[in-house]
């Protein structure tokens, strides 16, 4: 790996941990043009502030590496940077904040943010904390993988267009973005601000603002997109729509700039409130609005509440555009919704030109003119989803992400009839509508409970890396062990086959040291956690210098 210049201000810090051995390494500042890091499974690694990848530097993470952001921290890639996060299926990169497992807070860091040199149509993008900006004519351009990637409680930025626990600005068709869970954003959790990106197999949950927002001339392809609002304590902001598209942001007069914003989104599922929520009145399942274009296919879109819609198209821009197939709307299924909720607009329905006179005959084919959509179905009382998507945390049963195909009324895809789907990128060998199939595509990747999950500490970490050295102690005449475990005041630590005392050194989930003891290498010591606050802690347990075991522990 080449080195990495640092400047004054501005370096990726090494920061001993409190026992000297081993490190913490703590990502912020810039990662250098022409250099390059790999995160390694086994380390710790905390985000502090901002850390930025320069052009033409890269980061690569490997699988199983868990990055804990600070509050207020984020992660930037500048156009011409690359971030390879390759996680495997059951060995996701994880991005997460410090707080202990329970605590852990929608908004707490700002998130992940990959700028590259595709198209947008309000020139140059500013980017945060860098003087580099976004934009180009690049539409093939690559910032790398993201690939098995979990990014949990961040949407802490509450400027416009960043306002998103993933946010892609002008990424090109050549980055790989697939296996993607974004959960418990305090705004947006995914904002596409221009660019070409490709995206698959992505599953958003329980953001307060919209799950994914598309503006700036974007033309992404999306297939396979699972949204889920399935926790009743997220309460909703002004905005909080499923899918939202517009040409550009609601705050700007000029919503005629070129390139048109124009998704191609299928076999998304998007269920915000119909089947898993039943409190706060979210907004509609799929906007379009301020000239916004797109088509959207293969999709299962449930009812919202009070007086939101599946389907909603505000303005005449936008309504417009189902006049000239730059909307369109066809193969969907509405589930759960009564008749005259399913969609909804804002405008004058008959200017547009050419188009039926109601919505109702565009969207059913029953209109005529040219402009007519079809093999829409309305009113579908069973999907056949397994209720465990629905599940309260902490999980009671095994997640099941697979259609019944004896009870479900879903339809079956169409692929061939609507050219847009023609491409190489959408896998048209799936039977169903929607993003859940007869196999299961997310629970091997995916965190339903990200506040409860409780991940490897940064100590426990270093002990599985020291083990893998051979650093440890010899198991078959040694013992450590702790009780009561959860414990109140005092512990009990019996060990035997140690010579002499151990050390037990306490840390808490971010390896701060919080506490340390002499413990009998043969017999029982009691240790005190009295003067600790209720959580989570790991004990480390030190003998000549080397770590022997690390156990967790959780103080009520």
């Known amino acids: 790996m080449k080195n990495i210049l640092l400047s004054i201000g501005l370096m990726l810090m090494i920061i001993a941990c409190a026992m000297g051995a081993h490190a913490q390494t703590v990502l912020t500042g810039v990662l250098s043009s022409g250099n390059s890091m790999t995160l390694l499974e086994d380390e710790c690694y905390i985000l502090r502030d901002y850390f930025v990848v320069e052009d033409d530097a890269t980061l690569n993470i490997e699988e199983g590496v868990i990055i804990r952001a600070e509050s207020g921290a984020g992660l930037l890639i500048e156009p011409g940077g690359i971030i390879n ?30 700028a590259g040199d595709a198209q947008t149509n309000d020139g140059s993008i500013a980017l945060p904390n860098t003087t580099a900006t976004a934009g180009g004519m690049n539409n093939n351009s690559n910032s790398g993988t993201l690939s098995n990637v979990q990014i949990h409680f961040a949407g802490g930025n509450s400027t416009p267009l960043f306002d998103a626990a993933l946010t892609l600005v002008c990424v090109g068709s050549g980055t790989v973005i697939e296996n993607v869970q974004v959960t418990y ?62 040409n550009v942001e609601n705050n700007t007069n000029n919503y005629e700039n070129t390139p048109l914003t124009n998704p191609v989104v299928s076999n998304a599922t998007i269920l915000d409130v119909s089947k898993c ?165 997310y629970s091997a990747w995916i965190e339903y409970c990200p ?21 440890n102690y010899d198991r078959k005449t040694s013992s450590i062990s702790v009780y009561p475990n959860p414990v109140h005041n005092d512990m009990m630590i019996q060990a035997s086959g140690f010579p002499g005392n151990l050390s037990a050194v306490i840390v808490d989930i971010t390896g701060r040291k919080v506490s340390e003891a002499a413990v009998s290498g043969n017999g029982a010591t009691k240790v005190s956690l009295n003067a600790l606050q209720p959580g989570t802690y790991f004990i480390r347990m030190m003998s000549d210098g080397a770590v022997q075991q690390v156990v967790k522990v959780t103080k009520y």
């Open 85 to 114: 996060a390759t996680g495997a299926p059951n060995n996701p990169v994880i991005f997460t904040t410090d707080q202990s497992d329970g605590s852990r807070t929608p908004g707490y860091w700002d998130g992940v943010i990959i």
């Open 185 to 246: 954003s305090a705004r947006n959790n995914i904002n596409i601000v221009g660019g070409a990106p490709e995206l698959k197999y992505m599953v958003t949950m329980d953001p307060r603002g919209n799950q994914a927002y598309i503006t700036r001339g974007a033309i992404p392809k999306i297939q396979f997109l699972l949204s889920l609002r399935t926790d009743d304590g997220v309460t909703p902001l002004a905005t909080a729509n499923g899918i939202l598209i517009e």
């Open 277 to 441: 929520h039943e409190e706060d009145a979210f907004g509609n399942s799929i906007v379009y609005r301020n000239n916004g274009a797109g088509s959207i296919f293969n999709t299962v879109v449930g009812e919202m509440q009070n007086t939101f819609t599946g389907l909603f198209i505000d303005g005449n821009q936008s309504i417009n555009h189902t006049a000239t197939n730059l909307i369109n709307f066809s193969a969907n299924d509405f589930f759960n919704i009564s008749s005259g909720t399913e969609f909804d607009w804002n405008g004058i329905w008959s200017t547009a030109p050419g188009c039926p006179l109601s919505m109702q005959q565009w969207l059913d084919g029953s209109g005529s003119g040219g402009c007519t959509e079809l093999d829409n179905n309305f009113g579908l009382a069973d999907l056949g989803y397994d209720e465990s998507i629905c599940s309260v945390c902490p999980l009671q049963a095994s997640l099941n992400f697979v259609i019944n195909p004896i009870s479900t009324e879903v339809g079956d895809t169409n692929y061939a009839s609507f050219p847009q789907l023609s491409d190489a990128f959408f896998v048209k060998t799936y039977e169903y509508r929607g993003a859940i199939q007869t196999t299961d595509l």
């Open 451 to 471: 506040n409860g999950a409780e991940y490897v500490a940064c100590e426990e970490a270093k002990l599985k890396r020291d083990n893998s050295l051979g650093i």
